[in-house]
């Protein structure tokens, strides 16, 4: 048993161990009080005066009396202390046994303080972030597109009615304790469903082939709930007791439709990404009701991130649903828009950082972020099996004024089209702690 680490600052147990102490330290003043009474009255040659004088060490030098006594007392209660805590947290033990429980507590208490912070989006990206942001903090919330089409999510959305799950699943699965196995718990795909090269999964009418647990998981939860999908994402949060919550963008599923340059029309999120040259994205029904626990969460968060992810078909489906947007317009948190670090194959096909950032602001308003971070390192190795590449910085975007950019090292050194969740996670919060003082200003301008 650490008990170094128990009397650490923030395990919110010195104070009670102080007050224990105390309530010792009276009790043994009674004892001797009581002591002193009765040896008064007692024979000092007698059976019990001599006992009394043995207890009481009085064949030792007035001095040494106390210091022995006092050694005795203090390793008797660390002993029983230590004792105790082994007894009363035994059966509470986390399940990685390499872990003391002690550091789980302090985990947790040390996350507690950490800021509100409100991620938006879907798909790898979003996940991405919340695997780095909960080392730093449990106040963390992520609102998700609901406008997947494809797959295992399409095909419950389909046959349910519910909206799509599995970027919900994948955010989860990221928030949990015990991720990365509860990644590839609720990942898990039944057999069958067919897929082409290239091409997102086939789901077969009525069979379980190619659906994912953590997808059928939240859609018996919303049966359980009466068909209420909100409470059931909620319930799923708390089975998994994730660190943090995640809510879907709106309780109704959204259907996105996109246009090109040359004038074509296409509708469905899994069309919609392997669209290029996009002019123009919206949603239907254009007037659907956003989730209100995830309004009152962008309401309260002290730091906002839109990203990174997909921008047309996983960010975008979230701020194009109006009180969504409204809501991020108005929020008095920092703001900071993550970009990608490389272009997608299709929909930003030889996109540059503020190709990205003028798409964002033009499909919502201008003055949405107060910052855009972006990657700046690019010797990152690069995967010969993707079609993308790096996102150029070349700033500034068609904006008046843009938004400020800060540059960082937050690409994953084996993998240049990915994130580093931890690398970016510390990033974001730098960031956000210089700009938070100017950001107040403007809150307070706002109020005056």
């Known amino acids: ?95 990685d046994e390499d872990q003391p429980l002690v550091e789980v507590i302090y985990q947790k208490r040390f996350l507690a303080r950490g800021p509100r912070v409100v991620a938006l989006g879907g798909g790898t ?3 991405t972030l919340l695997r780095g942001m909960k080392e730093h903090t449990s106040n963390l919330t992520a609102i998700v597109t609901v406008a997947d089409d494809g797959g295992s999510s399409g095909a419950l959305r389909e046959e349910l009615g519910i909206p799509p799950v ?55 939860l919303t049966a359980v709930e ?3 999908f909100e409470e059931g994402v909620r319930r799923m949060n708390r089975v998994l007791a994730v660190r943090g919550q995640v809510l879907p963008a709106s309780p109704t599923p959204i259907t996105l439709h996109a246009r090109t340059r040359d004038g074509l029309v296409v509708a469905g999120q899994s069309n919609v990404m392997r669209t290029s040259g996009i002019e123009r994205v919206w949603i239907t029904p254009g007037d659907v009701a956003a989730s209100e626990d995830a309004v009152a969460a962008i309401a309260e968060a002290e730091l906002i991130v839109l990203g990174p992810g ?26 900071i828009y993550v970009c990608n670090v ?36 690019f010797d990152a190795h690069v995967p010969t099996s993707w079609q993308a590449e790096s996102v150029r910085l070349r700033w500034p975007p068609r904006s008046e004024p843009p938004p400020r950019l800060v540059t960082d090292d937050v690409v994953d050194a084996g993998n240049a089209h990915h994130h580093d969740p931890e690398r970016l996670a510390a990033a974001i919060l730098r960031a956000a702690e210089r700009e938070a003082p100017a950001r107040r200003r403007i809150g307070a301008s706002r109020t005056a």
């Open 1 to 95: 048993m650490n008990l170094r680490r128990w009397l650490a600052p923030g395990i919110g147990v010195k104070r009670w161990l102080l007050v224990v102490f105390l309530g010792l330290l009276l009790l043994a003043l009674g004892v001797a009080h009581v002591i002193r009474q009765v040896s008064q009255d007692l024979d000092p040659g007698g059976p019990a005066g001599v006992l009394i004088d043995a207890v009481t060490l009085q064949f030792l030098p007035y001095a040494l009396r106390g210091l022995v006594v006092g050694a005795i007392g203090v390793a008797v209660v660390l002993l029983g202390v230590a004792r105790v805590v082994r007894a009363v947290t035994e059966p509470l033990r986390p399940a």
């Open 125 to 127: 990206g979003l996940s």
């Open 166 to 220: 599995g970027d919900i699943r994948n955010c989860i699965a990221a928030l949990a304790d015990a991720e990365p196995l509860m990644s590839e718990l609720l990942g898990y795909r039944f057999p069958g469903g067919r897929r082409a090269a290239g091409e997102p999964i086939e789901m077969e009418p009525g069979s379980l082939g190619g659906h994912a647990i953590g997808n059928l998981l939240i859609a018996a």
């Open 226 to 228: 009466g068909g209420d």
């Open 310 to 335: 997909s921008l047309y078909t996983s960010l975008l489906p979230v701020l194009l649903i109006p009180r969504i947007r409204e809501a991020v317009a108005a929020a008095r948190a920092v703001r």
């Open 342 to 377: 490389a272009t997608q194959a299709g929909e930003t096909a030889g996109y540059d950082l503020a190709d990205h950032v003028e798409a964002l602001l033009v499909h919502t308003t201008p003055d949405l972020v107060d910052l855009v971070l972006a990657n700046d390192r």
